[in-house]
């Protein structure tokens, strides 16, 4: 991307799939707000099928796949799950997974970050989205939906994603028989575990899954089994991995970079009393931090695609209608006139400035943003500060850390830390 920039300028044409075929990326900020910009906007669609890519792990019915009016409704529905208070009582599980994995670790010891944070994050999302926190069931889906989505990160099920020939079945050795097995263990689990509560309601749980059952859209239906695994199987995917790569990235740059980490330390034990999620996240170097580490690597290279649904003429070109574009978060969080010297690790630009929806926008933006973005923050914030409070920790290797491809959202090459 970044040699694409500097060879054709703004706006450069990519074709990354045959299926897609061409994109037209864009990242300047106000070519960004026409492409995002409303809630509704008239000259771009954000269809669903064009992300058809994700359909073998996440369903049919997937909020990814819809489009038009299906995906609106369905946004209405997950929404709520994702709301202010909500989200909040989820602060004390955060914090008690990421000690209960913290304290697996031996002193003295090596071990991967990612592995750490992915075992935090698929606890914390597992938790979250059912509720479930011990049993059986809950210990197979975690050890089935990692294997399944570490196999999908590997470039072979990548492929299979992309070039749907490669799809074939040659039995439970074979890379796709492998993962349509385990896919069907998954969803048994989660479809024993839909029938469980349909027949033992429980208003007084606070999981998504126990307020997706009641949910009803404006017609006053509600969501079918084959719709609920869907949703279910999205959410556990995009809130697995994304978390889990962003909080490494963040412990790289707080243990890489000594000034940091010290000013981090200073402003947590500023705080007087205990450190309540409420204080937490409105903490502002914690916060310039998180925003800082999805600003210089953002897990999210690309927004979703978007379609043009009649001409349009945007930074002095002209699309036809039917034209597929993209916004390039990775490009616009590194523009030098917005972002001096954007290849460094400051922070401290999010406590002078505050940036446009347009200049950082590492979920995304405008009718297909992430719902799970002000999840995702919490997260990174309770289980940094987690973290720190409680554990010595030092990188293990003296050399950096560089971004690669990790399924179809990018990550840091592998780091390993030592528990002091
Ligand atoms: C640091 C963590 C995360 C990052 C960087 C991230 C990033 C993104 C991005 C870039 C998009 C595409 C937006 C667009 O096309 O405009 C997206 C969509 C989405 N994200 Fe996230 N995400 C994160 C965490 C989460 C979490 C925790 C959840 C749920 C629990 C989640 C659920 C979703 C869903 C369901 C969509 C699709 C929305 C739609 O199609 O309407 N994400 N995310």
Not at 23 to 37: N, T
Request: glycine share 8%; with cysteine.
């Amino acid at each position: 991307m970044r040699s694409c920039r500097h060879r054709y300028g703004d706006r450069f044409t990519v074709t990354l799939s045959q299926r897609v075929g061409p994109i037209v990326f864009f990242s300047s900020p106000d070519a960004l707000q026409v492409i995002l910009g409303g809630e509704d906007s008239e000259l771009f669609d954000a269809p669903g099928e064009l992300n058809a890519l994700v359909e073998p792990l996440l369903g049919p019915q997937s909020l990814m796949g819809l489009s038009g009016s299906r995906h609106r409704r369905m946004r209405q529905l997950l929404m709520p799950s994702f709301h202010g208070e909500r989200m909040r009582s989820y602060g004390q599980l955060i914090r008690d997974i990421t000690e209960e994995v913290m304290s697996e670790l031996v002193a003295g010891n090596v071990f991967p970050v990612r592995k750490a944070m992915q075992k935090i994050s698929m606890r914390v999302i597992l938790r979250a989205v059912f509720g479930l926190n011990q049993g059986p069931r809950y210990q197979e889906l975690e050890r089935l939906l990692g294997a399944m989505l570490d196999r999908m990160s590997n470039p072979f099920s990548l492929s299979a994603l992309f070039f749907p020939m490669l799809r074939q079945d040659f039995g439970p050795l074979s890379p796709w028989g492998q993962f349509v097995r385990n896919r069907e263990q998954v969803d048994r689990l989660i479809y024993d575990e839909i029938a469980e509560r349909r027949n033992h309601p429980d208003a007084s749980r606070n999981d998504i899954l126990t307020l997706l059952l009641s949910a009803r859209d404006e017609a006053g239906e509600a969501l079918t089994d084959p719709e609920l695994r869907d949703e279910l199987m999205t959410l556990l995917v995009a809130g697995h991995e994304t978390t889990a790569t962003a909080l490494t990235w963040a412990l790289y740059w707080i243990y890489k970079l000594p000034t940091v980490r010290e000013k981090l330390l200073r402003e947590l034990q500023a705080v007087s009393g205990p450190l309540d999620p409420g204080v937490l996240f409105r903490l502002p170097y914690l916060n310039a931090i998180c925003s800082e580490t999805l600003r210089i690597y953002p897990v999210g290279l690309l927004t979703f695609p978007r379609v043009t649904r009649a001409r349009v003429e945007l930074k002095g070109s002209v699309l036809e209608p039917g034209t597929v574009v993209a916004g390039c978060i990775y490009l616009a969080h590194h523009r030098e006139e917005v972002y001096p010297d954007p290849d460094e690790f400051i922070p401290e630009r999010f406590l002078e400035r505050r940036y446009s929806p347009f200049e950082y926008l590492p979920f995304g933006g405008g009718v297909r943003r992430c719902i799970g973005m002000a999840f995702a923050q919490f997260e990174m914030k309770l289980v940094i500060s987690s973290i720190l409070s409680s554990v010595e920790l030092a990188l293990a290797d003296t050399r950096s850390a560089r971004p690669v491809r990790r399924g179809l959202t990018s990550g840091p090459s592998p780091i390993r830390m030592m528990v002091k």
